[in-house]
């Protein structure tokens, strides 16, 4: 029944917001839905497409996205190729306007100023206006057509709390999407998590399922123990 609802939502050309950063915080499930689904000419709004063969990835390799906005090409070669061969059209956006952009999309904010990207080719074409001595330019709200965001705990209303550093761009995609489908690890009762809890309130989210894709690590670090002499006492 849920597939069938995301199915019924997804259609060619349209705007989709995904949270996570690089494959932390991915909805993965949800995305291996779009992939199915066949759905083409996609406008994705991201922070990045994570790596070769993982999430938004999966959607690069059938070809299903043609426009990209974010912030960085990041660790996905297929992503940087289709970029540079313009199969891909790319629009990069400072982290903290990219977030800023989406949560004023949920906001009914229509646009705002920010000094970030004022003399760049990230301000041409776009208003500016002086403040206090200083250029600010223009950038208009994203809102999307369906958000897909990963939640660590989701309760049946909609309710949503994220684990640690997987919260990132999940809530403002949550925020900015005129439908939002969230996928969770942990699926609990009504009334399960407290109010203080709650990351992204049940008014954002339309639908929810079981995340069934287990996470995976973009990059494994691993560091030998210091060989530094310890500080004496005294």
């Given amino acids: 029944m849920f597939e069938h609802k995301l199915t ?53 390799e059938t070809g299903q996205i043609s426009r990209v906005l974010a912030s960085y090409i990041g660790e996905n070669k297929l992503f940087m190729q289709q970029y540079l061969d313009g199969s891909v059209d790319v629009e990069l956006v400072p982290q903290g306007t990219l977030a800023e952009r989406m949560r004023a999309g ?8 920010t000094r970030t990207g004022v003399g760049t080719e990230v301000a041409e074409g776009k208003p500016t206006v002086e403040f206090d001595g200083e250029t600010y330019v223009q950038e208009r709200a994203i809102i999307a057509d369906v958000s897909l965001v990963h939640a660590h705990t989701a309760d049946p209303d909609g309710n949503l709390r994220y684990r640690l550093a997987a919260r990132n761009f999940n809530p403002v995609a949550a925020e900015c999407g005129r439908v939002t489908f969230a996928e969770a690890e942990n699926l609990v009762g009504r009334g ?23 996470a995976q690590i973009e990059v494994l670090v691993t560091r030998p123990p210091s060989t530094h002499a310890p500080l004496k006492e005294g």
Avoid at 106 to 113: C, E, K, N, P
Avoid at 198 to 209: A, E, G, Q, R
């Fill in 192 to 214: 399960d998590l407290g109010p203080d809890d709650i990351h992204t309130p049940s008014v954002f989210v339309h639908h929810v399922t079981q995340a069934t894709i287990p």
């Fill in 8 to 60: 019924d939502s997804l259609f060619d050309g349209m705007t989709l917001a995904v949270g996570g950063f690089g494959l932390c915080g991915i909805p993965a499930t949800l995305i291996e839905m779009v992939r199915d689904s066949g759905v083409r000419d996609l406008t994705v709004v991201s922070n990045n497409l994570g790596i070769d063969g993982v999430g938004l990835g999966r959607l690069l």
């Fill in 106 to 113: 949920g906001a009914g904010i229509a646009a705002f100023y």
